[in-house]
């Protein structure tokens, strides 16, 4: 989307972190936005704090693991500006532990906010960016935890996996409808995701302030959500597929993809396959 200007944006979890570090840049670079949160003091102040900038900025409270209230959202929009452009479904959560370790209540909380608030983003937005055939940006914030997975992070990994997979694969759907795709997967980014459980459901064991001390200490160590924003704003600019925000990072997806490349080399020789008859082409 070479032209923002006066484009219209959604964006969860947009009252902290890198969703409201996002809701920033779009307004300023003269985007109107609507900021999607389920907190609301928070939602509010980030709102206003938009709108004493003379932003054209608007609210709505929004939990994306419910498939009405992202609905409703995405209708508050087209109310409140007309039209939409670009989506970003942001909001996430952070619970750690081995995938025997997690709770079910605490994977589901998981899976419930960081997938299918994604599933539930891209219903509810995608139709309404095609219908009015200007064009559009989605954008999904995964992590880097969709690219590698991260010891005792088990139910974030698995989700952020999804969205890497689920952004992949709209990707490929959208080459020539002039709407672009991009995965965000920041690395370390200093923002409130320690504290993830102020905002957990009833239905997943409620908010606690439990927080996680070494968490919160990584993150404070990372990027300016701020900057991220920006960052996430040039690659709408500039059509870019995959945001990373930590380069150096990338020697961790080298990685895996030799691990993965040593599992291929190690088929090629394994006794079983050798006497297997197999098809050598599959077209897909
Ligand atoms: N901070 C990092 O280093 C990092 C790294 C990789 C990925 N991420 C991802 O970035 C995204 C943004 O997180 P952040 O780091 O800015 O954290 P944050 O806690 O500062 O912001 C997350 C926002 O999501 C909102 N939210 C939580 N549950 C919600 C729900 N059910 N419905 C609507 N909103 C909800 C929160 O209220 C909060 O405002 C998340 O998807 C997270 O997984 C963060």
């Known amino acids: 989307m070479k032209n923002i200007k006066g484009k219209v944006a959604f964006i969860s979890g947009a009252a902290s972190g ?23 003091e928070a939602l509010d102040a980030a709102v206003a704090e938009l709108k004493g900038k003379g932003f054209e900025a608007e609210g709505v409270l929004v939990d994306v693991t419910d498939r009405d209230s992202v609905f409703a959202a995405a209708q508050a929009t087209i109310d409140a500006f007309g039209k939409v452009h670009v989506c970003v479904n942001n909001a996430g959560v952070g619970a750690s532990g081995s995938a025997e370790g997690t709770s079910e209540k605490n994977w589901r909380w ?61 990707m490929a759907e959208h080459t020539d409808d002039n709407i672009g795709v991009s995965v965000l997967c920041p690395g370390v980014v200093n923002t409130n995701l320690g504290t993830s459980a102020r905002n957990r459901g009833e239905d997943y064991g409620g908010a606690t302030d439990s927080k996680s001390e070494e968490m919160i200490a990584m993150l404070k160590q ?36 030799q691990r993965i490349l040593a599992g291929y080399d190690w088929a090629e020789q394994c006794d079983a396959l050798k006497h297997a008859d197999q098809q050598t082409e599959i077209n897909l």
């Open 18 to 40: 890198m969703g409201l570090g996002m809701a920033r840049a779009f307004s300023a670079a003269g985007m109107k936005v609507m900021l999607g949160d389920i907190q609301k």
């Open 110 to 170: 998981t899976i419930d906010v960081n997938m299918w608030g994604v599933v539930w983003g891209m219903q509810a937005f995608m139709p309404l960016i095609k219908e009015h055939g200007e064009g559009g940006h989605l954008v999904n914030t995964a992590s880097m935890a969709g690219m590698f997975s991260w010891k005792e992070l088990s139910a974030y990994n698995a989700s952020k996996y999804a969205v890497v997979a689920m952004s992949e694969t709209a």
């Open 222 to 257: 990372g990027l300016s959500p701020d900057v991220v924003g920006q960052q996430v704003l040039e690659a709408i600019i500039d059509d870019q597929a995959y945001i990373f925000t930590d380069p150096n990072l990338r020697s961790w997806v080298e990685t895996r993809f």
